[in-house]
């Protein structure tokens, strides 16, 4: 079993920058692929950004050149570093924990999510 927990959420103004970080504990994600998606109210769940355990990055289009997505398995943590925010990036932001890179929300394990708030 994974347990995952999300931090650095938060309220920013658009155009500003922050950095999330997923910690893992109950097993190595060295083995994983690990993925963020999010929630914005009144919305569907979406995929954001997922890591391969081998590295393969895979954005979605609507944060491509703004967002990136880093692990390290030494620290059991994967990293999503947001810049340029937008308000519409506002939402709640999940870690999730799959053998398999995908985009859907078919991850084994979830966290609980951090808020992110960009105001305008």
């Known amino acids: 079993h994974v347990e995952l927990v999300e931090s650095g959420g938060g309220l920013v103004q658009a155009g500003g920058s922050l950095r999330l970080s997923c910690a893992a504990s109950g097993r190595t994600i060295a083995g994983y692929a690990m993925g963020w998606f999010r929630q914005a109210p009144g919305k569907e769940r979406e995929f954001v950004a997922a890591i391969g355990w081998s590295g393969t990055r895979d954005l979605a289009d609507s944060v491509k050149g703004r967002f990136s997505i880093s692990r390290d398995n030494g620290k059991n943590t994967v990293n999503l570093e947001m810049n340029s925010l937008k308000p519409e990036d506002t939402g709640a932001y999940y870690c999730?924990?799959?053998?398999?890179?995908?985009?859907?929300?078919?991850?084994?394990?979830w966290g609980q999510g951090t808020q992110v708030t960009v105001s305008s």
């Open positions: 999730a924990a799959d053998r398999r890179l995908k985009q859907n929300e078919n991850y084994e394990y």
